[in-house]
């Protein structure tokens, strides 16, 4: 497990995220190009590459199944998590922890499985699904395109 820490002043808030994928990375260059305090994780230290030059937060290797790992970002201290890594299982046991153990107010996670993501709305975890939201908006684009078709 490595932890690192690059070099801009972090302040206000401080955003965990699990997964440093497509999403993952982008959130978190997105929150520290907002010069908010921001730690990533990843099991894969090559994913960290999908970070900005210029992302100023923590990056740390290590599998977000392992307490230790969330406990060496400091998860204690986190505002808001979010756990985008690419399995529901992980995302939900990362959820479970930060929500039951440490009490942190705002806990997000992804689910693939649509119908899990209810559930888990259910336990006060916020959930997005790509499916139920790529679902959604194909549907309002598919809307849209009939009105213009009838107009
Ligand atoms: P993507 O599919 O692009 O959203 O990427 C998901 C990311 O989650 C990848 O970079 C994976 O290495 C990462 N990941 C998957 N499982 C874990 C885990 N247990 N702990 C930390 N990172 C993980």
């Known amino acids: 497990m490595e932890l690192f820490k690059k070099g801009k002043k ?8 699990i997964g440093c994928g497509r999403l993952g990375a982008s959130l978190a260059n997105a929150l520290s190009d907002q010069e908010a305090s921001v730690a990533v994780v ?13 992302y100023g937060g923590l990056t740390l290797t290590g599998d977000a ?5 969330l406990r060496s970002a400091e998860i204690e ?3 808001t998590v979010v756990s985008v890594t690419n399995d529901d ?3 939900i046991m990362v959820a479970q922890i930060a929500r039951n153990v440490y009490h942190i107010p705002n806990v997000i996670c992804r689910l693939y499985d649509p119908e899990r993501e209810i559930v888990y709305r259910e336990f006060g975890i916020d959930t ?3 499916t139920v939201l790529s679902t959604r908006e194909i549907d309002r684009l598919l ?9």
Request: with cysteine.
């Open 77 to 79: 201290r986190a505002d």
């Open 89 to 91: 299982n992980t995302n």
């Open 65 to 69: 199944t392992d307490i230790t790992v």
């Open 128 to 130: 997005i699904c790509p």
């Open 42 to 54: 990843d099991k894969d230290e090559r994913a960290f590459r999908k970070l900005d030059a210029s």
């Open 10 to 17: 972090e302040s206000g808030a401080y955003t965990m995220i």
């Open 143 to 151: 809307g849209k395109a009939k009105g213009e078709k009838k107009a």
